[in-house]
């Protein structure tokens, strides 16, 4: 791997380590990262032009260092590597992590439809569990519950119009568990509403076992979300991804139906952080009514 290094960047690192899939070095007292890029190579440029804006408007993000052939992409063995020089590394992430994420707007006007788009996912695992349910009867026994949860966030998103909320850097998935690698990694970067950090970070961490509601009061008294965002942030927390991503691994062999167990066993004390964050909403806004939550 060093010569690969010395020949593609010109770098020349005294030792060089490994982590899972990624490798790491020093030079001159700066870390550098060398990750595989499992994302669409054809996204890579647009990737690579919306980390040099972020870094152009002073947001920290990993530097994505060129190779030799003016690139970001390296391939070694046939397989696609981008190399980072590493901002921060190691520390757990915080919501105040995420709040100070969230706070950098961008321009850019690219609006996701997550009704249209948690609607297709629903309809795709309802037609996958009626294929290969039988073969998990934890799931079969749970899946209609939280795919009862996706039709309610479904239903909310679809009955608010998108007023004034603005597009920020958010990520594909953050949570709890990740470090500031992972929040300022630009091969973990989208544009969507600052609710989507958030939400992702709350369920995670509830769903982990911890007690989130002083957390939540202080992002809801210092995050000043429109209108648009509080529903938005809502529905985000009824949807239940912490759900979906397990059941996928289990679907496709790579972990087993009792990894489901501890989010199973939490949702009625669940179903109480949510109905305290729709009764706050319905002290100043006009929410669909969500007769559960009632």
């Known amino acids: ?25 020093f030079v001159n ?20 032009n919306m980390h040099l804006d ?14 030799k052939d003016n690139k970001p992409l390296t391939y070694i063995n046939n397989v696609p590597y981008i190399l980072m020089q590493t ?22 006007t690219e609006n996701q439809n997550w009704g249209e788009l948690w609607s297709t996912k629903n309809d795709y695992l309802e037609y996958q569990i009626s294929m290969l349910g039988q073969k998990h009867p934890l799931i079969r ?9 996706g039709e309610t966030a479904i239903a909310l998103v679809n009955t608010i ?12 998935r953050i949570s709890k568990k990740d470090s500031t690698f992972d929040l300022y990694n630009p091969l973990n970067i989208m544009i969507d509403l600052k609710v989507r950090d958030a939400a992702e970070y709350f369920k995670q961490s509830f769903f982990e ?9 202080n992002y809801f008294d210092n995050s000043l979300l429109s209108n648009y965002e509080y529903i938005m942030f809502l529905a985000r927390m009824i949807y239940p991804t912490y759900y979906f991503d397990i059941y996928e691994e289990v679907i496709t062999g790579r972990e087993d139906d009792k990894n489901l167990l501890h989010i199973i066993n939490r949702v009625n004390s669940y179903e109480q952080i949510l109905k305290k964050i729709y009764h706050y909403y319905k002290s100043f806004l006009n929410i669909m009514p969500i ?4």
């Open 209 to 217: 076992g911890e007690n989130i509601e002083t957390e939540l009061t």
């Open 161 to 172: 119009e998108k007023t004034s909320a603005s597009n920020v850097y958010a990520h594909k």
């Open 29 to 48: 007292n700066i870390r550098y990262t060398l990750i595989k890029y499992f994302g669409d190579e054809a996204e890579i440029n647009r990737i690579y």
């Open 54 to 67: 972020m870094l152009n408007k002073n947001i920290y993000v990993h530097p994505i260092i060129l190779n």
């Open 291 to 294: 007769e559960w939550l009632e």
């Open 87 to 108: 901002v921060y590394y190691g520390s757990k992430i915080t919501i105040d992590n995420i709040m100070s994420f969230a706070n950098v707007e961008t321009a850019s």
């Open 1 to 25: 791997m060093k010569n690969v290094i010395n020949y593609y960047y010109n770098l020349y690192p005294e030792n060089i380590f490994q982590n899972a899939e990624e490798y790491y070095f």
């Open 141 to 149: 026994d749970s899946f209609s519950y939280f795919i009862g949860l």
